[in-house]
């Protein structure tokens, strides 16, 4: 599965997007960077980006919804044959190439988050990936991208470096994303004009190399009732919504319902009502949004891997828009669970 048109990297503004509802900003994570976990960090490169020439966005009016739709359907580019493509080991050096290009993008991601210039990671983004995003050019993902600022990436792996048929290149990458989400890809390559830019981002399981993982399975739920309302829910396979704390834990979301659903990872001021997430009794700036998995389509299962989370109070909820225009959250899609510290 490629998450792409959602990407990980950009979950925060959507996020945000999400809750274009007025329920909360970026303001509760900018400027959240990663702390130690485990496994370590790759050591830090500094940024080299060729930077983007001078250009403007596209014109549209975005506060327009068919506007934001338009954008949100745009399909990306693939590279032709791409389904059918074959992989080899990389020789000596391109495996070396590929593995700094990994490093370099990164590196330019966290400049660009901290200088408030995203065209130095823009630059070294394929038109197909910048399409996939849901760009129709680079300039309007800078434009969209200038002032909200996403946590810092840690780099804790990257290795497997492959040649395919297509002509580009892959890595396998291991990263948090913030201070405990942790994220594994496979990163498609493609050299342009003497330079390595990402071309394709696909999810691998989120399996971090710590001595101790729980997977804990939730299903997402729709019920109607005879007057036709829908519930909708997060349900624990295991019925229970205490968890011990453990060096990582896997949220298994497996969606049994029709609609399409997604699950953000939050932690509230202590004692809050989650539900004054809907109406804004809830301090945008006192919410840590800490993951989150979206787009899970029906009968899809999906996996939110989360290091070192301390024993507290998180919140699951869910603002896909439910057939009467309200977030799935306002008919019940919200859960607060416990992770409790283990004795001994």
């Known amino acids: 599965m490629t998450n792409d048109r959602r990407s990980t990297f950009r979950c925060v503004r959507l996020a945000a997007a999400a809750l274009a509802f007025g329920i909360f900003t970026t303001a509760g994570v900018a400027g959240v960077g990663a702390q130690d976990a485990s496994p370590e960090a790759m050591p830090a490169v500094v940024c ?14 975005m506060s327009s919804p068919e506007a934001a739709d338009d954008m949100s359907d745009m399909e990306a580019a693939s590279p032709e044959g791409a389904e ?13 190439a590929i593995i700094g290009a990994v490093e370099n993008y990164i590196a330019c991601y966290n400049e660009g988050q901290a200088t408030g210039d995203p065209g130095l990671y823009v630059a070294l983004e394929s038109d197909a990936f910048v399409a996939s995003q849901g760009y129709a050019t680079r300039y309007d993902e800078v434009a969209n991208e200038i002032g909200s600022p996403f946590p810092t990436v840690e780099l804790l792996g990257a290795g497997t470096p492959l ?14 994303i913030g201070p405990h989400w942790y994220n594994e890809w496979r990163w498609f390559m493609v050299e342009q004009d003497g330079v390595w830019m990402l071309d394709e981002r696909v999810d691998l399981p989120p ?11 939730i299903n997402l739920t729709e019920t109607t009732d ?9 349900e624990s396979r295991s019925g ?8 990582a834990m896997v949220f298994n979301f ?12 939050v932690q509230l001021p202590e004692g809050a009502d989650p539900m004054g997430l809907l109406d804004g009794s809830v301090g945008f700036e006192d919410v840590t949004f800490l993951g989150g998995v979206f787009d899970i389509m029906p009968e899809e299962s999906v996996d939110l891997t989360m290091i070192d989370l301390a024993p507290g109070t998180y919140t699951l909820i869910c603002f896909f828009p439910s057939p009467d225009g309200a977030p799935h959250a306002a008919h019940g899609m919200v859960q607060q669970f416990e992770i409790v510290a283990v004795e001994g």
């Not at 059918?84 to 070396?96: L, Y």
């Not at 399996?207 to 997977?215: G, K, L």
């Not at 229970?240 to 060096?247: K, L």
């Open 207 to 217: 399996r971090p190399d710590v001595d101790f993982v729980t997977v804990n399975g």
């Open 163 to 176: 040649v395919w048929s297509d002509g580009r290149a892959s890595a396998d990458v291991q990263a948090l």
């Open 240 to 247: 229970s919504w205490e968890f011990p704390e453990t060096d």
């Open 84 to 96: 059918e493509a074959t992989s080899s080991e990389a020789d000596e050096a391109t495996a070396a």
């Open 226 to 234: 005879n007057a036709g309302n829908i519930t909708y829910a997060f």
């Open 254 to 265: 497996t969606n049994t319902g029709v609609e399409p659903h997604e699950a953000l990872l």
């Open 48 to 61: 080299d980006s060729p930077g983007l020439p001078p250009g403007t966005p596209t014109p549209m009016d």
